[in-house]
């Protein structure tokens, strides 16, 4: 009995050992495949990451566009324009860098205009967008109107009459040069007729007014007439307003001769406060009973003036002239830049607004050129026809460039301030032209 027990203790023993090392193997087994399982996840998270880090990048997004990436506008892109095209807009961008800073062409516009081109083209950011900031500038400011008649207000309050009413007959080149706008209005309409276009009425209208080369006004009408292109006509308006140095004294020049732009103008006469103080209350007051539709401009553009003139608000009038057209001309460049995204800005339809507008702003140009020498046919004092190309409302960039063509010719021959009173015309009949269109075609 004594050696069946102790058998069987030993038996239990042997057991319990053997049980005891089992576990103990199989327990380092576990730990020795626990330790190599968490090896391979940390080495799998880590390639992983490097891998997303990698695919977020730029370059990336160059070589290999995100197939379900999408516009702005929430619209599919194609993969031109998130790959070629965005470099192709990029390059845009620095070519106006190179005017703006290299040629002087309106750094002030130019710049935040091609900042915010480079931005919108900028891949996966989304800086365009909706939720994007430059996307948030253009909702706030430029799709509901406001940029625009803050800018008006701004330019009133910069705007001197005096050389207009000094000499009222200039006023008829701001008039003639808005020859451009209902010109290519008709171009338009005529090549939707013979099917090279497709665009109505309304659109023609609001891509007609780049002819007037003014960006406020442009951006006023496109709103009322043609939402869906106001980003490519602000965007085509702005441009040749900033390249009026470079696209007007070819046409200028082409059209006069060496006399004509030796030819020297004199101030008529002295024009007094209350002159300056009546002249904007009766243009709003004839834009009123006239044409209300065109009131928003030329009362923010009036107001700004009639601060200015009564001589007793300088807190607001520097306000307008300074901080506050600084600030939305910021904001307003970038917001325009947003447009120039490259599924925005290279496709057909801007295509042909560019060219459209181009053809625009050359013919208010040469109008404005033609009705000074038609001017000069008759008696009394002659005008220089240089002064009758800044009939285009690009304040004070029209003025600036047909004084300097001028002096090219005769150092001593200043324009300057005789090219204002077609300048400041403009402004008005570019406005006036918008309220038309606006009462035409809405």
Known sequence: MKIFVLKLLALLMVFSFTTLNANANASAHAEALSAHQEETYQSQSFSKMVGGFLNATGIAAFINPDPNELSSHGDEMSDFHKSWGRLIMIFVTFFLFWLAIRKGFEPLLLLPIAFG??????????????????????????????????????????????????????????????????????????????????FTLQQASAISIIGGADGPTSIFIATKLAPELLGAIA?????????????????????????????????????????????????????????????????????GNFLKESGVVERLND???????????????LGVGSKLAADQFLVPDTMFIM????????????????MAKLMNMFPGHKVNPLIGSAGVSAVPMAARVSNKVGMEYDRTNMLLMHAMGPNV???????????VLISLFQ
């Not at 996966?124 to 008649?149: Q, R, T």
């Not at 306000?319 to 460049?333: H, K, M």
Request: hydrophobic share 55%.
């Open 425 to 435: 015309a403009g402004v008005i009949g570019s406005a006036v032209a918008a309220g």
């Open 235 to 303: 965007v085509a308006s702005y441009s040749y307003m900033a390249m009026v140095p470079i696209i007007q004294p070819p046409i200028m020049k082409a059209l006069t001769t060496d006399a004509e732009r030796k030819i020297k103008m004199t101030t008529l006469r002295h024009v007094s406060r209350l002159e300056k103080l009546v002249f904007p209350i009766m243009v709003l007051s004839l834009a009123i009973l006239v044409l209300p539709e065109s009131t928003p401009l030329i009362g923010a553009f009036m107001f």
């Open 355 to 370: 060219a459209l507008g181009i053809i625009a702003f050359s013919v208010g140009t040469a109008s404005g050129v033609l």
């Open 319 to 333: 306000t307008l002239q300074n901080s506050l057209i600084n600030i939305v001309t910021i904001f307003l460049g």
């Open 117 to 198: 081109g480079l931005l919108a083209n900028i891949p996966i950011a989304g800086i365009a967008g909706d939720h994007g900031f430059l996307g948030v500038i253009y909702n706030m400011g430029l799709a509901n109107e406001m940029f625009p008649i803050i800018i008006f207000m701004g330019v009133g309050a910069m705007t001197d009459f005096g050389p207009l009413l000094s000499n009222p007959k200039t006023a008829l080149l701001g008039g003639a040069a808005q020859f451009g706008i209902f010109g290519t209005l008709v171009g338009a309409v005529a090549l939707t007729q013979y099917g090279f276009v497709d």
